[in-house]
């Protein structure tokens, strides 16, 4: 796939993420999402770095695949981000008493998430990311896994009573669904680098929310459901890591054969 592409779904993602944070975002009381539950440095950390960083290795070195695989990994983490908004925020509107509305903030949000969403497409269609990987079948792989579902259902069975209960436990959801892959298959070298690198960044994303909670004290369940949430992200994204130990292999410099065209 064209890295003009990509660079182009990029900037019009970013844009649209940039309009996200200075326009209302919740109608009904016409605050912007630094002041409905959104605070900017986890957006900065999470989004707007990644994506710059992912721009300028595409803009480049994208025939380098490490750097096409780390830039992957970027878009991803900071696409999986902004879906986690997007669905707990829709979770929220969707309520019969919700007192919020969608503001022209949040529409810019969504559109910019589908773009972010759309770029992630085009980059897993490359040649890169194409070969098929098999099932593990080990024990690290299966452990890994039981840990990464552990700590998902662990997050949920204690956030079961929070409200709204979408918009609290869809995270966990996410983050397990996108840990899962990199515990339970045998990926090659540079399908690896995207995964831990997009789990990082949501992992740090799902952290971030309980972490102002305890910062702030308030808190959906309590301070130390807020731990435990914290916890529970960061095992799984250390399954990750852990399950590539047995698979370790270098990522290879450059592969014209396999690699990206302008």
Same mark, same amino acid.
């Given at each position: 796939m064209p890295v003009r592409l990509v660079l182009t779904l990029l900037a019009l993602g970013g844009v649209l993420q940039l309009l996200s944070r $200075? *326009? $209302?975002?919740? @109608? +009904?009381?016409?605050?912007? !999402?630094?002041?409905s539950g959104f605070a900017a440095p986890p957006w900065v950390l999470a989004v707007a770095l990644p994506l710059v960083v992912a721009a300028l290795l595409l803009g480049a070195v994208a025939r380098e695949q490490w750097a096409a695989a780390l830039a992957g990994g970027l878009? %991803?983490?900071?696409?999986? +981000?902004?879906?986690?908004?997007? *669905?707990?925020t829709l979770g929220?509107?969707?309520? %019969?008493?919700?007192? $919020?509305?969608?503001?022209?903030g949040w529409w810019a949000a969504v559109f910019g998430t589908l773009a972010l969403l759309a770029a992630v497409v085009v980059l897993l269609r490359a040649p890169l990311f194409h070969a098929r990987p098999g099932l593990r079948?080990?024990?690290? !792989?299966?452990?890994? %896994? $039981?840990?990464?579902?552990g700590a998902a259902v662990t997050k949920i069975v204690t956030f079961r009573f929070a409200y709204p209960w979408f918009a609290q436990n869809e995270p966990a959801i996410v983050l397990a669904l996108a840990c899962v892959p990199l515990t339970l298959l045998a990926l090659d070298p540079a399908q690896r680098l995207l995964g831990v690198t997009a789990v990082t960044i949501f992992g740090s994303w799902v952290c971030a929310a309980h972490l102002y909670a305890l910062a702030n004290e308030d808190f959906s369940v309590d301070a130390?459901?807020?731990?435990?949430?914290?916890? +529970? !992200? *960061? !095992?799984?994204?250390?399954?990750?890591?852990? @399950?590539?130990?047995?698979?370790?292999?270098p990522l290879g410099m450059s592969a014209p054969e396999r690699g990206w065209r302008r």
């Open positions: $200075v *326009l $209302v975002f919740d @109608a +009904s009381s016409g605050n912007r !999402a630094d002041d878009v %991803t983490g900071a696409a999986l +981000s902004q879906l986690d908004q997007v *669905l707990a929220r509107l969707v309520q %019969t008493d919700a007192s $919020v509305a969608a503001g022209p079948r080990s024990w690290p !792989a299966a452990a890994m %896994t $039981v840990v990464v579902l130390s459901a807020a731990r435990l949430a914290i916890a +529970s !992200a *960061l !095992a799984s994204v250390a399954a990750c890591y852990l @399950a590539q130990l047995s698979l370790r292999r």
